[in-house]
């Protein structure tokens, strides 16, 4: 069985800087992509990032580019988003995602397990 658990959020002063990090068990962890997700209140879950099996490819949404660093670390099955330079807009609820076939994706349907989520909260 899949399990995905996410850590590392919390309030934040716009400005600063937080690592999510998502640990997963039941699958060969250097086999699967994975992704970060987000979803604001009252908005629809929005793609962050996302990192090939052996980190050899990442993808970003445009909003983060630059502020926003994914990576794994396949000997732990975690995976971990920094983010820096945080603004308001980033609060949200963020979700780890494992994909377990094909390559990198920005569409939540492709993704076939979640995290529970982990609440960022970044005050101006």
């Known amino acids: 069985q899949v399990q995905l658990v996410e850590s590392g959020g919390g309030l934040v002063q716009a400005g600063g800087s937080l690592r999510l990090s998502c640990a997963a068990s039941?699958?060969?962890?250097?086999?699967?992509?994975m992704g970060w997700f987000r979803q604001a209140p009252g908005k629809e879950r929005e793609f962050v990032a996302a990192?090939?099996?052996?980190?050899?490819?990442?993808y970003y949404t445009d909003s983060v580019k630059g502020r926003f660093t994914i990576s794994r670390d396949n000997a732990k099955n975690t995976v971990y988003l920094q983010m820096n330079s945080l603004k308001p807009e980033d609060t949200a609820v963020y979700y780890c995602?494992?994909?377990?076939?094909?390559?990198?994706?920005?569409?939540?349907?492709?993704?076939?397990?979640w995290g529970q989520g982990t609440q960022v909260t970044v005050s101006s």
């Open positions: 995602a494992l994909k377990e076939s094909g390559g990198l994706s920005n569409r939540s349907p492709d993704y076939d397990y």
């Open positions: 039941g699958r060969t962890f250097s086999s699967v992509a």
């Open positions: 990192i090939s099996r052996l980190s050899v490819s990442r």
